[in-house]
Nanobody
Framework: QVQLVESGGGLVQAGGSLRLSCAAS????????MGWFRQAPGQETEFVAS????????GYSDSVKGRFTISRDNDKNTLHLQMNSLKPDDTAVYYC?????????????????WGQGTQVTVSS
C-alpha cells in the first residue's frame, strides 16, 4: 500500500515556475514507477511525466517536454515536478500516482495509487 499527498500548487503568472511535491508513505516507494497526471476542467486526465524506480529514466508528454522536470528522492519517499515557463494551458489539478512496476509508464491504467491532487492555475 502506498499513500500519496501532493503539495506545491498555486496561482502563478504565465512564464513563471512552480515546484510540486508528492510525499509517499510505505516502504515500497523505491520499487514503484511514479508519475504525474493532470486534469483540466471538462477534460480527461492527461499524462504529464513519469520516472522509473531509480530515477535514471524519465518520460514526458510532448506538451511539457523541455519545460517540466520530474525527479524523485527514494531516501525521503518524495516525488517532485519542477514546472518552468508555465502557460495558461497548464492550468489543471495535478495528481501524483504510483505504479506497481519499476519502469517508466506513460498510460493511466497501470497506476495503482493516486493522490488527492493539487490545483495549479496559470494566469495570462
Amino acid at each position: 500500500q502506498v499513500q500519496l499527498v501532493e503539495s506545491g500548487g498555486g496561482l502563478v503568472q504565465a512564464g513563471g515556475s512552480l515546484r510540486l511535491s508528492c510525499a509517499a508513505s510505505g516502504r515500497s516507494f523505491r520499487t514503484y514507477a511514479m508519475g504525474w497526471f493532470r486534469q483540466a476542467p471538462g477534460q480527461e486526465t492527461e499524462f504529464v511525466a513519469s520516472i522509473n524506480w531509480s530515477g535514471g529514466s524519465t518520460g514526458y508528454s510532448d506538451s511539457v517536454k523541455g519545460r517540466f522536470t520530474i525527479s524523485r528522492d527514494n531516501d525521503k519517499n518524495t516525488l517532485h515536478l519542477q514546472m518552468n515557463s508555465l502557460k495558461p494551458d497548464d492550468t489543471a489539478v495535478y495528481y501524483c500516482a504510483a505504479a506497481n512496476r519499476g519502469w517508466v509508464t506513460t498510460t493511466r491504467s497501470p497506476y495503482n495509487y493516486w493522490g488527492q491532487g493539487t490545483q495549479v492555475t496559470v494566469s495570462s
